[in-house]
DNA sequence: CGCGTTCTTGAGATCAGTCAAATCAAGTGG
DNA sequence: CCACTTGATTTGACTGATCTCAAGAACGCG
């Protein structure tokens, strides 16, 4: 199955089709939604460029931010399995994304068989890094979860060419209201982990740029230090 | 796509399949470990009879629940998809799973191209649950995610006919321990918390054993109101 | 009945949240 | 270039939720 899936190039007919599905190209401007929560879906989305996010809302304001979502990333699959969203997907920076239309995805889920693996892939990965978020929040602290959020980060920009200093500098256009609210803690608490990571010399975290001075030590301190799945990111 | 996917029956021929695949049934006796974290993964696994959970360990003993895994659910995809999963399952009560052998899998939704949107389907499913949990650890207070704990679940038995007293009442074959991993929090915490939803006459949770007096204040209670998808439950 | 496990409760410590204000950065118009 | 505005970051003092440690009570099993 993984040799299946994720390792494998475009056949000629596959990228035909997608051609064709790609036909519908969105530009978004930063801070502006790609869709809503509640919305009914009309298509799939394969970020194209620029950063986004993944965000549930409150009602009485209260956030959780569920994911960063990085160019070559699939957003909004279990949303037209469902008929419904539940999350909405602001764009951070002025992000494009590739639309998929709903209307012929089946169809073409059935004549392409390749790529309904290839989706399935994507689902896996993505559920994987919610996995680790819900590990973070649940049973880390503070600190370990801002250490594994930076790791990870690292990783996922890495593999995609997004970084500098080799791997070690990077743009992170997301201000500290957005990690804390990915993060699951206020800003006011995210700001004194992040100073005191500052002090010790491990990670600074200024206007849109993140630097992790001490990986070793970012490393430790993270609690999930099990090696990411260094896997191939299969563009669709 | 929602029609394509989670609505209809199995074909013969499908049926067929299935049943060819399903040729191994394991019985995982009450607190044994269907598969380990970190293993290579061999089958996939559909959850048949009993309970069990997804959880992952800590190197210094902390554990994280990821999930209830209940009859007619889908276990092991994305360690599928990745050569090695990333959690355990452990059965709380005695277990069955029906095992898909993962050699045989690929040519199997290459042949049956419903079965693919089957396995996206149920994917997307698992990951908004794991989504509903991080929201829960990381926006809401003890209480709001013990409510949302409980409506949840509450949910999921209904539709599976495993509940009684209108749906207030069910068996509920796990320990305080495996609830406040699963809810991240501390077993004292979560006990208080308990004795203090059973006092205002809302919630217990006794021996083997919940009952839901007020449904209403719990859903009122609850961080995640929204109704859950109602959906078929499409059997693998 | 005896014993281990799970549940329950109390007291004190700690982590993280709240409220409020000061600082800093960046943009705007004069 | 400078006052002013606006929003983001930083800091302090205090509060509250949750954890830790510890012990007692209840349950389930042989």
Request: hydrophobic share 45%; net charge neutral; proline share 4%.
């Amino acid at each position: 199955m993984r040799r299946a899936v994720g390792f494998q190039d475009f056949s000629d007919a596959e990228f035909g089709f997608m051609s064709e599905l790609k036909a519908e190209h969105r530009r978004v401007p930063a801070g502006a939604d790609l869709f809503q929560q509640d919305d009914a879906p009309t298509h799939v989305f394969t970020a194209f460029s620029g950063w986004a996010y993944r965000y549930r809302l409150f009602g009485d304001g209260r956030r959780q931010i569920l994911g960063v979502v990085l160019p070559g990333e699939l957003v909004g699959v279990p949303g037209a399995a469902f008929g419904r969203h539940a999350y909405a997907v602001r764009a951070a920076t002025e992000a494009e994304f590739c639309a998929l239309s709903l209307a012929r995805l089946p169809a073409l889920l059935r004549e392409q068989e390749g790529l309904s693996m290839r989706l399935l892939w994507l689902s896996s990965h993505e559920q994987r890094m919610v996995e680790r978020l819900a590990i973070s929040l649940g049973r880390c602290t503070a600190e370990e979860t801002l250490a594994a959020f930076s790791v990870d980060l690292r990783e996922r920009l890495l593999r995609r060419g997004m970084t500098e200093e080799g791997g070690l500098s990077f743009a992170f256009p997301l201000g500290q209201a957005e990690v804390a609210d990915h993060l699951g803690m206020t800003i006011v608490h995210l700001n004194r982990v992040l100073r005191k990571l500052e002090q010790q010399k491990i990670l600074v975290v200024r206007r849109g740029r993140m630097e992790i001075l001490d990986l070793d030590r970012l490393r430790k301190l993270s609690c999930l230090h099990e090696p990411a799945d260094m896997v191939p990111q299969p563009l669709l």
